[in-house]
């Protein structure tokens, strides 16, 4: 059973930064990709970021140049750098991961940018 952990959330200044963690466990089997998703109130989910098990990134036009999504193997953690906030990325942040057998959800952490 994986399971995937985030944290890191809060509430942050516009211009603030935050970096998001998730703790990964469990037995993961040919790793496709990992990623990050939003939900903001009202509306749907969304990718920000993704990164595949060869290590390419990529990244929603919306975080492009702020964000930075990364792996660190040893301590089975997935991170998201977010600098530059603005109100409009207030929303609860999700991670994924796909691997041969399905896509695994974390329960989300909430991130508020407001003044």
């Known amino acids: 059973q994986v399971q995937l952990v985030e944290s890191g959330g809060g509430l942050v200044q516009p211009g603030g930064s935050l970096r998001l963690s998730c703790a990964v466990s469990?037995?993961?089997?040919?790793?496709?990709?990992m990623g990050w998703y939003r939900q903001a109130p009202g509306k749907q989910r969304e990718p920000v970021a993704g990164?595949?098990?060869?290590?390419?990134?990529n990244y929603a036009d919306s975080v492009k140049g702020r964000f930075t999504i990364s792996r660190d193997n040893a301590k089975n953690t997935l991170y998201l750098q977010m600098n530059s906030l603005k109100p409009e990325d207030t929303a609860v942040y999700t991670c994924?991961?796909?691997?041969?057998?399905?896509?695994?959800w974390g329960q989300g952490t909430q991130v508020t940018v407001s003044s």
């Open positions: 990164l595949s098990a060869s290590g390419t990134t």
């Open positions: 469990g037995n993961i089997f040919a790793l496709q990709s």
């Open positions: 994924q991961l796909w691997d041969a057998y399905g896509a695994y």
